[in-house]
């Protein structure tokens, strides 16, 4: 390798390294699923400790960058795919079909149903009569299942859902068929373990982290129609947002056309 550790630079030898086999990474010098040199051959390589190769590849892991499979070596892994925290308008599949990701929706559940204790709080149900739409849905990127989603729709505003294609665009549906828009939402965040069900449909080991992202979503009058709870894979996606200053709002400081694609923050 053409890099070498400076022992005499003040930048500590851990990070030289890391940035070294970063770089290779991000030039395709080592590819995705390709398996690093062991921690004796980077010793021997950069006349370094073991400690500092261990150090270095534990930043790269944490970064996700690489993952160290117990008995088998240290991997790159493949890149994450940032999920957009923000959009109440684009929806899943279309901001990352503007990025080049190929997705697909399969519908698992979609029915009337009465709702569970639990749903009938959160969506303000006070009738015994009342109904939900329960829509499950499992979705892919690049043939890779990313995301499991259950949707309890507010009926019977959403009630020509029932007849729709739901692997396709969900707020499309709602505006094209129920002739409704979401204005404004909530989203909580959580990190939560795969139990069972979202391993063996998320192909991943049980307890693996994941990301948990509970959406109340509101129309203009503050009627909730929907509430959903997405389960992220979290070795595989991150969530991404922009913050801005409420106070620059009005200063053409955001420069994208849909002011969806950002949350406006107070900072006094």
Not at 106 to 127: A, F, G, Q, T
Not at 234 to 241: N, S, Y
Not at 257 to 262: I, L, R, V
Request: hydrophobic share 35%.
């Amino acid at each position: 390798m053409e890099n070498k550790i400076d022992f005499d630079s003040k930048v500590a030898y851990y990070l030289q390294l890391k940035e070294f086999i970063q770089q290779q990474i991000d030039s395709k010098l080592i590819g995705t699923g390709d398996m690093l040199p062991s921690e004796a051959e980077y010793c021997a390589m950069y006349k370094i400790s073991r400690t500092v190769v261990r150090q270095a590849l534990m930043e790269l892991e944490h970064e996700g960058a690489i993952i160290k499979r117990r008995g088998k070596g240290t991997f790159v892994t493949r890149p994450k795919i940032n999920i957009a925290l923000t959009q109440l308008k684009t929806g899943f599949s279309k901001k990352l079909d503007q990025h080049g990701q190929k997705t697909e929706t399969r519908v698992m559940k979609k029915h009337l149903i009465e709702p569970s204790i639990k749903v009938r709080e959160y969506m303000n149900l006070i009738k015994k009569e009342d109904k939900v739409i329960h829509v499950e849905r499992l979705r892919f990127v690049n043939n890779e299942p990313m995301v499991l989603q259950n949707l309890f729709l507010n009926s019977p505003l959403c009630d020509p859902l029932l007849t729709a294609d739901l692997s396709k665009s969900l707020y499309e549906n709602i505006q094209t068929l129920c002739g409704l828009e979401i204005a404004n939402g909530d989203r909580i965040i959580e990190a939560v373990a795969a139990n069972e069900k979202e391993s063996r449909l998320l192909n991943v080991y049980k307890g693996t982290p994941m990301i948990k992202v509970t959406t109340f979503s509101y129309l203009e009058d503050q009627t909730l129609l929907e509430f959903a709870v997405d389960i992220y894979r979290g070795d595989r996606a991150t969530i991404e947002t922009k913050v801005v200053n409420y106070k620059t709002y009005e200063k053409n400081a955001i420069t994208s056309s849909d002011p969806s694609n950002y949350v406006l923050i107070a900072t006094d």
